[in-house]
């Protein structure tokens, strides 16, 4: 491999890695986001969205991206991760949370698959709805398993636990 192709290569493995946000500075202790730190560095950057992609060729993909509502969703955010692994995505979770323009959470879905969906495939959505919290669950395995399940629930979307601000102990 002469250096021409040695450069062509590492700069393909570092086109995978572009970013204008670090994540990491809007986690909580949890392992959720802190979204009204999210939306202020958001207006304060500028940008139409900020993001986060990692990539190794065909082995994992990691993305993160937080950029205001668009289309059918209520005004606010959008945050969106995506993770993949195995050999050309073998097994892949997907999670997005739609919060209003205070942070607060509306709705999430989580999905998450193993062998391109064809072994195991597991889809959740939160709704929070003036009634309540409405809930929908469905999973397959094998393509011929599976189950499919709808009903409200007490509670936030799963998105409330992971964004809401935390309130040190003792605090009212």
């Known amino acids: 491999m002469n250096h021409r192709q040695l450069a062509a290569f590492l700069l393909l493995l570092l086109a995978g890695c572009a970013s204008n946000y670090d994540f990491t500075q809007a986690r909580l ?3 959720g986001f802190d979204v009204p730190k999210l939306i202020a560095d958001l207006k304060a950057s500028g940008e139409p969205r900020l993001h986060h992609n990692a990539w190794l060729p065909l082995l994992h993909y990691e993305e993160v991206g937080f ?6 969703s209520p005004a606010g955010y959008v945050l969106k991760t995506k993770t993949t ?14 919060v209003d323009s205070a942070g ?6 989580t999905e998450r698959r193993i062998g391109w969906g064809l072994l ?3 889809k959740r959505r939160d709704i929070a709805t003036t009634h309540g919290l409405r809930q929908h669950m469905e999973w397959h395995l094998l393509l011929f398993f599976g189950r499919t399940d709808s009903r409200f629930a007490e509670g936030k979307p799963a998105a409330a636990a992971a964004t809401a601000p ?5 605090a009212n």
């Not at 935390?166 to 003792?170: D, E, F, I, S």
């Open 120 to 122: 195991y495939n597991d």
């Open 29 to 31: 202790p949890d392992g």
């Open 166 to 170: 935390t309130t040190p102990a003792g």
């Open 85 to 98: 692994l195995g050999p050309i995505y073998f097994a892949t979770r997907d999670d997005e949370r739609v």
């Open 67 to 72: 950029e205001p509502a668009r289309g059918s």
């Open 104 to 109: 607060a959470p509306v709705e999430s879905t």
